[in-house]
């Protein structure tokens, strides 16, 4: 279990390398309107209904330079050597920190996407039913691929399940406009539920964080600022 992400910048990628591997100025949260909101839960809803079978996690590519120095041509990766399923960098105690987002695949082969919109003037995270690679992530991104497959003690609840319900938590972004964004997301099933913010990782604990999306473990209690108001 890590206790700090590994020491980016000694392979040359950070928090510029995840913007520049959106590639985009894609908006799944920030809402103009309450209306628009709306729009974005019906999106949302589309999974309800749906059996979950597997969760891919979209992170930054850590060990790509020491494990994989062939791969010159970049692109994405997909992890699958035990030994680096050892110690995941996104895997810390009480919430899993993932730089990009995931993806949703259900037993129908439906694909849903969560990732974050891009910082500063709209915030949040949100939910597509498409895939990550291309949306979420450029096609090229050098991006890890992690399948959680029967390792997702995080999704225990929901692996095999259908989900019942995907509740959007949408706050003020400016109250005069009636603009609203998300940063908490909060997926039902018929076992228990997964919630995801907003959040990310610093000297092992959660803070929050505009351009990164935590899963909370099932046994760690939901942070007070999904809920409050942006500062």
Known sequence: MAETKP???????????VMEARGDARTW????????????RLDADKL?????????????????DELHPDLIDGGPRTID????WDDPPWLYDGFDAVDY?????????????????PPRDHEGIGLQPI???????????DVAIWPLGERAASWSALIGSRIAGVDLHYLPWDEERGS????????????????VVLGDSRAGRLFPS?????????????PAWPSSARE
């Not at 040359?12 to 390398?17: F, T």
């Not at 129908?108 to 919109?117: K, M, R, Y």
Request: hydrophobic share 40%; glycine share 10%.
């Open 7 to 17: 020491e980016a910048s000694k392979r040359g990628i950070g928090k510029d390398a």
């Open 29 to 40: 949260s920030w809402a103009a309107s309450g209306a628009e909101a709306d729009a974005r």
């Open 48 to 64: 309800v209904g749906e059996r979950l079978r597997e969760i891919r996690y979209f992170t930054l590519d850590y060990r790509r």
């Open 81 to 84: 050597a035990e030994s680096e």
């Open 101 to 117: 987002g995931f993806e949703m695949i259900t037993e129908s082969g439906a694909t849903f996407s969560l990732t974050w919109d």
């Open 131 to 141: 895939p990550m690679l291309g949306s979420g992530v450029r096609r090229d991104a």
């Open 180 to 195: 609203m964004w998300c940063p908490h997301i909060t997926f039902r099933g018929e076992q228990g539920r997964v919630e």
């Open 210 to 222: 505009a351009d990164n999306v935590a899963v909370l473990h099932p046994d760690a209690y939901l």
